[in-house]
């Protein structure tokens, strides 16, 4: 096979970084066990893409080569720490502890939503933490985005990640009865990820249509879980 010029591969990697980013890292995380581990094994899954899609060529199906890369990754840093699965909090519950009046949503990345924006976070943790982990923005773009430094953002979104470890929060969409507590933060950072696309934090274009239609998409989503609220969002002006 003939080598793939580095640029070609530089380009399809950071088409994969804005489309596949979200579903990677919320698969990896059930495997996991902590945001960190699955955030670093998914940056190293992008690095690999880097080093090896030149030789071995750009796969079919991207997002499959990466996920099942980081997962790799993330089992294979288990391995090497035997008592780490039973010593690290999970972030997601064992077969049997399911809780039956959640919401029937087969889609990680809402569940990786609902954890960002858990009620035991600020408001603007969850939000950072939600632009930082499922839309794939970098830490210096969301510190942008909130008009801090960008050293003042890492540590919020360290501090967030260390809260939810601590607390044990779980990786799953809420029970029907927890839902409008935790639905008003959703929509608030579903509502800012397509106001983003409009207003790329950085770079010279400032129209960022990934960012658009993955707040549309998640909007779309959410809809499923609660319809009539997730209706008002997607008819409202400002969401066109």
């Known amino acids: 096979m003939p080598e793939i010029a580095s640029s070609e591969v530089a380009a399809a990697v950071a088409d994969a970084h804005r489309r596949e980013w979200a579903f990677v890292l919320a698969a990896t995380v059930r495997v996991a066990g902590d945001l960190d581990s699955a955030e670093e094994a998914v940056q190293d899954a992008y690095a690999s893409a880097l080093a090896t899609w030149g030789s071995r060529g750009i796969p079919d199906n991207v997002g499959a080569w ?16 035997a008592t780490a699965r039973g010593a690290l909090p999970k972030l997601f519950e064992p077969l049997g502890e399911t809780d039956t009046d959640a919401p029937d949503v087969p889609d990680d990345r809402l569940r990786l939503i609902f954890t960002c924006c858990h009620p035991a976070l600020s408001r603007e943790a969850q939000v950072a933490l939600t632009l930082r982990l499922v839309c794939g923005l970098s830490t210096d773009d969301v510190a942008r985005a909130f008009l801090v430094a960008e050293p003042t953002m890492a540590a919020r979104i360290t501090r967030a990640k260390q809260k939810i470890t601590k607390a044990h929060i779980p990786y799953r969409i809420p029970s029907a009865t927890e839902l409008p507590e935790r639905l008003d933060a959703v929509l608030s950072v579903v509502h800012l990820v397509f106001t983003s696309g409009h207003s790329s934090p950085s770079g010279a274009n400032l129209m960022r249509r990934d960012l658009a239609e993955r707040g549309h998409e998640l909007a779309r989503l959410l809809r499923r879980c609660c319809p009539t609220r997730v209706r008002s969002l997607l008819c409202s002006p400002s969401f066109s």
């Open 66 to 81: 990466l996920t099942t890369t980081a997962r790799r990754r993330a089992l294979d840093v288990l391995r090497r720490n």
